[in-house]
């Protein structure tokens, strides 16, 4: 949007200054050439005053006249029958110019080009016989109406020769690249300060709009407390308090329902348990094995009822965002880890190995308790999946600002869809060997990564089975 503000802008300003700029610069150029023809017809027809009063006086000042051009930019050309005409002045070259002067007394003004001008303005003005008192021509004209007669054609029968002047334009296009040169260089520093303008005037336009995004990005994030400031056009003030009052309604039922779901299942924890006694004792007291094996059975879904209470307090918990990220050292936490499930796995015959660069003590940013409910998830689903005498293998590597914490176990796996349903909620895959998932371990494991501004990634490991790998950031060593 911004950009598209600007375009308009500088285009807006563009069209302002052709529409303005173009048209003085084509009235100045018009003006130049009018100017420069004007004034060189007017010297010639003073020098044609001159040829044509034929005394010596007049026919030296002729001379001196046309002498006194510079020769690299005007060149003087007369021809005469009254024998005025001095040595040293070049004959003009016989052309339909000449044949309008001599022979028709007329006046020709030729630019050589219909384009602006050509290399020359050649001005050829034709020389009428004066009296010998300088005031009336044999025609019967006086001097006073010499200036248009000769234009108009009267009076050739009096032409006593024609007076041409050759006039360099260089220096009328020097001064026309002036002209059109300034205004284009005028022209782009106008737009420039309208670009810089038109930067400014955008962004501070959008700024609310800004802002409004920052506060979406946020509550897409999960942070249902962002909140956009009340600024701009009353437009965007009414849609930021719109949104304000929608996010603080949202943060509010999500709040509640947080609040709810830790309270249910902080509430069921202690009848589950009790009831777990219960059938415990129930299994103790009695010899019948239909009873037990009832009994059994029914331990085992108050064993997954557990563990789907335990995991949604865990969600509710990572939900709320009550702790801060901070320096922690994942070589403690997965050695510590590690030591409280390899009893369950040797069990299996399961063995669980760990390799990377975990013994460079490497840093990483977590919430403190995250990382070992993340690895208790992990473990607990590869352990369930891995056959007996199966190996699962913990590997840490380190990139840059990021560390990879990967988990491989060698079980069946998952399809592209089941990977693209693993973190849902109580979604639980067909290829679990067991039947007490709650199916809550990778939701828990994507929410609390997630709000370490980690990622979690399910790809195939090699050989077969699932590859859990974790991205975590960096810290510097020292809680850098």
Same mark, same amino acid.
């Given at each position: ?187 782009? @520093?106008?737009? *420039? #300060?309208? %670009?810089?303008?038109? !930067?400014? $005037? +955008?962004?501070? =336009? ?105 995991? @949604?307090?865990? *969600? #509710?918990? %990572?939900?709320?965002? !009550?702790? $801060? +990220?901070?320096? =922690? ?115 828990? !494991? ?35």
């Amino acid at each position: 949007m911004i950009r598209q503000l600007i375009r308009s802008y500088v285009l807006l300003v563009a069209v302002a200054i052709a529409l303005f700029t173009v048209p003085v610069a084509f009235t100045l150029t018009d003006q130049l050439r009018e100017d420069t023809g004007r004034a060189l017809t007017r010297e010639a027809k003073t020098m044609a005053q001159l040829l044509g009063a034929g005394d010596t006086a007049s026919c030296a000042a002729l001379a001196k006249m046309a002498g006194a051009y510079p020769a690299d930019e005007e060149e003087v050309e007369v021809t005469a029958t009254n024998r005025c005409a001095r040595e040293g002045l070049k004959e003009p070259t016989a052309d339909a110019a000449l044949t309008e002067a001599l022979e028709h007394g007329r006046s020709t003004v030729d630019w050589g080009s219909d384009l602006i001008w050509g290399d020359n303005l050649v001005v050829t003005v034709p020389a009428f016989e004066h009296s010998p008192d300088g005031g009336t021509r044999t025609d019967g004209k006086t001097g006073a109406d010499e200036g248009t007669g000769a234009d108009e054609g009267t009076g050739a029968d009096d032409v006593v020769g024609a007076v041409r002047i050759k006039f360099s334009t260089d220096d009328l296009t020097a001064r026309l690249g002036q002209i059109w040169g300034f205004r284009a260089g005028l022209a782009v @520093l106008v737009l *420039l #300060a309208a %670009a810089i303008i038109g !930067v400014y $005037a +955008a962004r501070r =336009l959008t700024a609310p709009l800004r802002q409004l995004n920052e506060m979406a990005s946020k509550m897409s994030d999960g942070d249902l407390t962002a909140r956009s400031p009340v600024t701009g056009p009353q437009e965007t003030q009414t849609l930021a308090r719109t949104l304000n009052q929608a996010g603080e309604r949202l943060d509010t039922l999500i709040a509640s329902q947080r609040i709810f779901v830790a309270d249910a299942s902080h509430q069921l924890r202690t009848p589950l348990t009790a009831l777990r006694l219960s059938l415990d004792n129930i299994a103790d007291g009695t010899d019948d094995e239909f009873v037990r094996e009832d009994v059994e059975q029914a331990t085992a879904e108050v064993v997954r009822m557990s563990r789907l209470v335990n995991g @949604l307090l865990v *969600l #509710a918990r %990572a939900e709320a965002k !009550v702790t $801060a +990220a901070e320096p =922690l050292s994942l070589r403690e936490i997965i050695q510590e880890r590690l030591d409280v499930w390899r009893p369950a796995a040797d069990e299996r015959g399961v063995t669980i190995t760990l390799r990377g660069s975990a013994d460079g003590r490497p840093l990483v940013l977590a919430s403190p308790g995250h990382l070992d409910q993340v690895l208790d998830n992990v473990l607990s689903n590869a352990l369930e999946v891995s056959p007996d005498g199966a190996t699962i293998t913990v590997s840490v590597e380190t990139r840059g600002d990021e560390v990879v914490l990967s988990v491989l176990d060698e079980g069946p796996g998952m399809s592209d869809a089941e990977k693209s349903r693993a973190f849902d909620r109580f979604w639980r895959g067909q290829g679990l060997t067991g039947k007490s998932g709650s199916g809550l371990g990778l939701a828990v !494991v994507k929410q609390l990564v997630t709000d370490d501004n980690g990622t979690v990634a399910l790809k195939d490991a090699p050989g077969g089975g699932l590859c859990v790998a974790l991205t975590l950031r960096a810290a510097r060593h020292g809680g850098g």
